[in-house]
Every structure is written in structure tokens, then in C-alpha cells.
């Protein structure tokens, strides 16, 4: 079983800008032990034969089709509502300075 050092601990609670005393140390050194171990004995169950899972529940893609819906509207007409134009186009005032 591979076993985690107070180097390798402290090296990713710097990657993850932790910082932790002696205590904490010997904490986390404890848990990471704990979840390697767990992997490890996950790593030896025997999955001969099985076929990946990427969704659980069997539902199929319940997404519609694209539809072209005509609404027979001309630009002009659309513009009509709009409180300024300009070039046959919806003014507005600036969004980015």
C-alpha cells in the first residue's frame, strides 16, 4: 500500500496554498492514508466482463428536433417598436466602455 510522506502532504497543501501546522499534518496524513487505501482496494475488484457506464438512469436524449418556425415578419415591420434605430438596425446605448 503506498503511503503518503509530510513532503508529498505538503506539497499539495501548497498547490492548494493551505497551510498547515504540525497538527494538520499529521491530520491529513492520516485521512490521505485512509482514501489511498480505499482506492487501492477499489483498484482490486474484478470488473472483467463489464461494460462502462456513462448514464445509470436509461433514459434516451429527451431533447426535440429543431423546428424552422416562419413567422413572416419583414425588418421594418420588427423596427417599428423600437424606441431608436439606426441603418435599418436596433440602436442601444454602449455596453462595454
Known amino acids: 500500500m503506498a503511503k503518503l510522506t509530510d513532503q508529498s502532504i505538503l506539497h499539495l497543501a501548497r498547490l492548494s496554498r493551505i497551510k498547515?501546522?504540525?497538527n494538520e499534518l499529521e491530520?491529513?496524513?492520516d485521512e490521505f492514508n485512509k482514501i489511498v487505501a480505499?482506492?487501492?482496494q477499489l483498484?482490486?475488484?474484478d470488473i472483467e466482463?463489464?461494460?462502462?457506464t456513462s448514464q445509470v438512469t436509461g433514459l434516451l436524449?429527451?431533447?426535440r428536433e429543431d423546428e424552422i418556425i416562419e413567422y413572416n415578419e419583414q425588418p421594418k415591420d420588427l423596427?417599428?417598436?423600437?424606441p431608436d434605430q439606426l441603418d435599418g438596425q436596433f440602436k442601444?446605448?454602449?455596453v462595454l466602455g
Not at 49 to 52: A, F, I, R, Y
Not at 79 to 82: G, I
Open 20 to 22: 498547515l501546522d504540525k
Open 27 to 29: 491530520q491529513f496524513k
Open 38 to 40: 480505499y482506492i487501492e
Open 43 to 45: 483498484s482490486s475488484v
Open 49 to 52: 466482463g463489464l461494460e462502462p
Open 61 to 63: 436524449n429527451v431533447t
Open 79 to 82: 423596427l417599428e417598436n423600437a
Open 92 to 94: 442601444v446605448k454602449r
